[in-house]
Nanobody
Framework: QVQLVESGGGLVQPGGSLRLSCAAS????????MRWYRQAPKKERELVAA???????NYADSVKGRFTISRDNAKNTVFLQMNSLKPEDTGVYYC??????????WGQGTQVTVSS
């Protein structure tokens, strides 16, 4: 059974930091690209950061220089380090596992709220 379980969300003040984790099970984690998406209220879900199975990374322009995606294949976990958080970073953050042939899986999401 495939599972993606996000954790690490919460309430943080502007300028603060959070580290999200996504623990994966039930599939060959190291073969999948891993992505973080977010969805703000009344907005479409958007891609925030991605890391390929080879470790190449990509970021949305809005988070470049502030967010860092990483993965630990030994622990089947992907991380999103978020620094210098802004109110516009508020939303539900979703973990996604993607394989061009095998398909994609989603986590249940974790809420991040940036507010003073």
């Amino acid at each position: 059974q495939v599972q993606l379980v996000e954790s690490g969300g919460g309430l943080v003040q502007p300028g603060g930091s959070l580290r999200l984790s996504c623990a994966a099970s039930g599939f060959t984690f190291s073969s999948y690209s891993m992505r973080w998406y977010r969805q703000a209220p009344k907005k479409e879900r958007e891609l925030v950061a991605a890391i390929t199975s080879a470790g190449d990374t990509n970021y949305a322009d809005s988070v470049k220089g502030r967010f860092t995606i990483s993965r630990d294949n030994a622990k089947n976990t992907v991380f999103l380090q978020m620094n210098s958080l802004k109110p516009e970073d508020t939303g539900v953050y979703y973990c996604n596992a993607f394989h061009g042939i095998r398909g994609a899986y989603w986590g249940q999401g974790t809420q991040v709220t940036v507010s003073s």
